[in-house]
C-alpha cells in the first residue's frame, strides 16, 4: 500500500511538472458582471458605457478570448437605484458566480455596492463614479477605472482661474455622492489658488424645473457657473438658464464633462457652444490609440464615443487584461492582477494607485460650432 502511494504522489508530481501554462484556467466562458442604469432618468449615459463594454467584449472573442475562452457578460439593470444596484451585485455574485463585475455609473450606487463586492470577494471596478471616497475606504476590492473629482479639479480649477480669469465660482449639481462629493473636492482646490464660491444648489436627478434656482443665481454676481450632472438634467439647466437671460453673464463650465456627448450636443443646439471643462477621453485626442478607438466606434454605432464609452471599454479591457495575467479564475488572483496592472488605451497609460484609484491624465475641452476640441492637455491629474 505505502508503494503504491509513493507511485501515486510521483505521478501527482510529475503531472505538475509537465502541466503546461495557462492550465489552471478552466476550458469554459469567463462569466463577468455588468451593473449600469439601463432604465431611468440617466439610461442614455449608461448605454453609452455599456457601448463601450461590449464593444472591447467583442474585440477580445474575436482575437481567441481569454486562454481561448470567450467572455460571457451578465448585464443587470440598477435603474440608476442604490438598492437595485446592491441586488443586481448579490446576484451576479451568489448566483452567477462572475468573477469580476464592471459597474456602476453613479456614485451613490457603487458605494452602494462596495460592502457586496468584499464579502463576496469579487473584484469590482467602476468606470465612471467619480466621488473621492469610493477609493479612500480601504476596500482591497474595489476598484476605479476613471479618474475622480478631486484629480479633475487639481487638473482644471488652475486652468479657469489662470486663463479664464474666473475668480467667483457658483454651482448647481446634483444631489448625490457624485455631486456633494464634487463640489467638496472643487472647493478645497479653490480655496488653495484665491478663487471663492459665491452660489450653490443642488437639484435632485429627473428635475424639470430649474427657474427657481436660476433666479437665485441671477442675483448672484459669479462670473463662472460649475455644472454637476449628467446628459438629460444639463440639458434643462443650460436651456432654462438661456432663457432666462443670462448668456454671456459667466462662463458655462462642465468639469466633470457630463455634457461632452452627441445627446447634449443635440438638446443644447448652440447654447452648448462655449461650454468649458475637463475629460480624460474625447473623440478629438490625436494619439493613434484614441483614433483607432474612435474609427472601430464610429464603424459600430454611427457616432463619436465619449468618456464613457471608452471608460467601458478600457474598463472591460483591464479586467480581461487581468484575467490573462492571473492565468485564473480566482477572484483572489484576479484582483491582485488588476491592481498590478499597467495598461496602455484610448485614453493614454493608465495604472493603479495604492488605493486602487486610476491614474490617468486629463485634456481641457470646449464646444465650438458643435464640435468637441481639445484646449490644452494632456495635464498631470496627480
Not at 435603474?79 to 452567477?96: D, I, R, S, Y
Not at 490573462?324 to 499597467?342: C, G, N, W
Request: aromatic share 8%; hydrophobic share 45%; charged share 20%.
Amino acid at each position: 500500500m505505502r508503494k503504491f502511494l509513493m507511485l501515486l504522489l510521483a505521478a501527482v508530481v510529475l503531472c505538475g511538472l509537465t502541466t503546461p501554462a495557462g492550465a489552471e484556467l478552466p476550458k469554459a466562458p469567463v462569466k463577468i458582471g455588468v451593473v449600469l442604469p439601463t432604465s431611468g432618468a440617466i439610461a442614455y449615459d449608461g448605454g453609452l458605457a455599456l457601448n463601450g463594454i461590449r464593444m472591447a467584449v467583442d474585440e477580445i472573442n474575436g482575437a481567441g478570448g481569454i486562454g481561448g475562452n470567450n467572455i460571457e457578460l451578465y448585464v443587470e439593470d440598477s435603474a440608476g437605484v442604490p438598492a437595485t444596484a446592491v441586488a443586481a451585485m448579490e446576484k451576479l455574485a451568489g448566483m452567477e458566480k462572475v468573477v469580476a463585475v464592471i459597474g456602476d455609473f453613479g456614485s451613490s450606487c457603487t458605494l452602494a455596492m462596495m460592502d457586496v463586492a468584499q464579502r463576496a470577494r469579487v473584484p469590482l471596478i467602476t468606470p465612471v463614479s467619480l466621488a473621492p471616497k469610493i477609493t479612500e475606504m480601504g476596500n482591497i476590492w474595489m476598484f476605479r477605472g476613471c479618474d475622480n473629482s478631486a484629480m479633475i479639479a487639481k487638473a482644471f480649477t488652475k486652468w479657469a482661474v489662470q486663463e479664464k480669469k474666473v475668480d467667483k465660482w457658483a454651482y448647481i449639481a446634483i444631489n448625490t455622492d457624485y455631486g456633494r462629493g464634487s463640489v467638496e473636492a472643487f472647493n478645497a482646490d479653490l480655496a488653495s489658488i484665491g478663487a471663492s464660491v459665491v452660489f450653490t444648489e443642488y437639484f435632485n436627478q429627473g428635475e424639470t424645473d430649474y427657474y427657481p434656482i436660476v433666479t437665485k443665481l441671477s442675483a448672484s454676481d459669479a462670473n463662472g457657473l460649475c455644472l454637476f450632472g449628467e446628459t438629460v438634467d444639463l440639458s434643462r439647466v443650460v436651456a432654462q438658464y438661456h432663457e432666462m437671460g443670462l448668456g454671456g453673464k459667466m462662463l458655462i463650465m462642465d468639469p466633470t464633462s457630463g455634457t461632452f456627448n452627441e445627446k447634449f450636443i443635440e438638446l443644447a443646439r448652440e447654447n452648448a457652444n462655449g461650454i468649458v471643462g475637463a475629460s480624460r477621453f474625447t473623440a478629438a485626442i490625436q494619439t493613434p490609440a484614441a483614433q483607432k478607438f474612435v474609427a472601430d466606434y464610429r464603424k459600430r454605432y454611427n457616432a463619436d464615443p465619449e468618456k464613457y464609452a471608452q471608460a467601458g471599454y478600457d474598463c472591460t479591457k483591464m479586467v480581461a487584461l487581468a484575467i490573462t495575467k492571473a492565468d485564473s479564475t480566482d477572484t483572489e488572483k484576479i484582483r491582485t492582477a488588476l491592481a498590478a496592472v499597467q495598461y496602455e488605451g484610448p485614453q493614454g497609460k493608465a495604472y493603479f494607485d495604492e488605493k486602487n484609484q486610476l491614474i490617468i491624465d486629463e485634456y481641457i475641452i470646449a464646444v465650438n460650432d458643435g464640435k468637441l476640441e481639445v484646449v490644452a492637455g494632456p495635464i498631470s491629474a496627480r
